[in-house]
């Protein structure tokens, strides 16, 4: 079956670490989205892909970074300089703007 | 700038009752509007995409509307069930691969 898979599901960083979030889908979605989720507070756009080897800032990417080095990939980095990291992370992935979204299970990231 | 509202943050009903979730829009200048359901600790899941062009979609006891020009939108749940117990988020999409999520309704059915 096709979908996204996010992993790993839970995820501890110590402070000053980096540390890499996977998300692959098997869609054949062109672009490919990181969300972040805190309680009480609406998705938040972290960075998008619309192609291959191309990506955008999205509304807080400030300590975040990605890569896009296959269509099935967009793995996000969080790294030493995000603050306040410890938060819900969503990998979504679309194709057109005329189709919605499809969102994979999630990585639960907390500092420690 | 788009700005998505969902009202109430969180509803509580007797298993069986009929209920509406209402989520507001502030420019209706949009391409689609998605319904998603998120249970606790887990992602998203779709369960209706309404085109700027349609007024309504239907998936089983699931029904969502769509006033663009009034900036609303509605999910209506017939015969609620403690199954559909999660938080309801509505997501609207404006261009260039722009989308703004409400922060949900929190539904909580009693058995």
């Known amino acids: 079956d096709g979908g996204i898979t996010q992993s790993p599901k839970y995820l501890f960083r110590k402070e000053g670490q980096n540390v890499t979030l996977s998300c692959e889908q098997n869609?054949?979605?062109?672009?490919m989205y990181w969300y972040r989720q805190d309680p009480g507070q609406g998705l938040r756009l972290i960075y998008y892909s619309q192609i291959v080897n191309d990506f955008q800032k999205g509304d807080i990417a400030e300590g975040y970074s990605v890569s896009r080095e296959k269509k099935e990939s967009f793995p996000l980095t969080v790294t030493s300089a995000q603050k306040n990291p410890t938060a819900f992370y969503l990998c979504?992935?679309?194709?057109?703007?005329?189709?919605?979204?499809?969102f994979g299970s999630g990585t639960r990231l907390t500092v420690v | 700038k788009q700005e998505v509202t969902q009202i109430p943050a969180a509803l509580s009903v007797p298993e069986g009752e009929n209920l509406v979730l209402n989520c507001s829009f502030t420019?209706?200048?949009?391409?689609?509007l998605q319904w998603f359901r998120q249970d606790p600790g887990k992602g998203l899941t779709s369960l209706l995409l309404i085109q700027s062009s349609q007024r309504e979609q239907t998936s089983g006891r699931l029904n969502a509307s769509l006033d663009k020009s009034s900036g609303r939108s509605t999910l209506y749940i017939a015969a609620s069930q403690p199954g559909d117990s999660a938080t309801y988020l509505c997501a609207v999409r404006t261009g260039g691969f722009k989308t703004i999520f409400g922060a949900g309704t929190r539904l909580f059915v009693k058995a």
């Open positions: 979504a992935s679309g194709t057109g703007e005329d189709y919605g979204y499809t």
């Open positions: 869609l054949n979605h062109d672009a």
């Open positions: 420019d209706s200048a949009i391409y689609n």
